[in-house]
């Protein structure tokens, strides 16, 4: 007879494994103290993740691709807010532009200026040309509305130089004018005039007129 701390024989061939656990005691169920996988108990609430303190969370930054219309918030409301700080006495003077700019103000004026004695001969000429009979009402209006409209620039060039957003849209505003006229048989701004516009446009301005409009006073 074996005992039971004798060792068992060679396992016989065709003989299987015992089961995994074969052998181990079975857990008990409902052991007092044991916590089931998955339980929670009423009332907890699990605690926030941790964040450094004085952390925020960056914001998400905005889509390149997106594009804000916004008018200026500089918009004149009288006369006075329209014709320049100190009159003309200042057409020449360009202290403090950024460089893009003082060109953009430069051939603004050189614009201006040629559409003005051009529009001053060809008004003289269309008087000369409707009182003998060979010219037409039309060309007279259509030469008054541009000289209108290079005076327009002037003034809107140097409300540009102090820093108003609203004279740089009016500015953009007498290009399509001018291919209007254009096509109309008047004239307008010209070649010289798109330059001046993109050169308004550029980076280096938009930072100078954003500068000027956040500086109190302006």
């Known amino acids: 007879m074996s005992t039971p701390n004798e060792q068992t024989g060679p396992e016989q061939p065709g003989s299987q494994p015992p089961p995994p656990g074969y052998g181990s005691s079975p857990t008990p169920p409902n052991q ?67 460089q893009m700019l003082k060109v953009s103000y430069i051939l603004w004026l050189v614009t201006a200026g040629l559409g003005i004695i051009f529009g001053v001969f060809s008004f003289l000429g269309s008087l000369l040309l409707l009182g003998s009979g060979m010219s037409s009402v039309k060309g007279l209006v259509l030469t008054l509305i541009s000289l209108a409209l290079m005076v327009a620039v002037v003034i809107c060039a140097m409300k540009l130089k102090e820093g108003m957003q609203w004279a740089r849209w009016a500015l953009s505003a007498t290009v399509v004018v001018s291919f209007l006229l254009l096509f109309l048989g008047g004239g307008g701004v010209g070649l010289l005039g798109v330059v001046a516009a993109v050169f308004m446009w550029l980076p280096d301005s938009t930072a100078w007129l954003n500068s000027r409009s956040r500086t109190p006073g302006y």
């Open 32 to 98: 007092p103290g044991a916590t089931p996988p998955g339980y929670q108990a009423p009332g907890y609430q699990a605690p926030p993740p941790y964040q450094q303190p004085g952390y925020q969370q960056p914001p998400q930054s905005q889509q390149s691709g997106d594009f804000k219309f916004e008018m200026p918030k500089d918009m004149p409301k009288s006369m006075n807010d329209v014709m320049p700080v100190g009159g003309f006495a200042g057409l020449f003077k360009t202290d403090g532009l950024p």
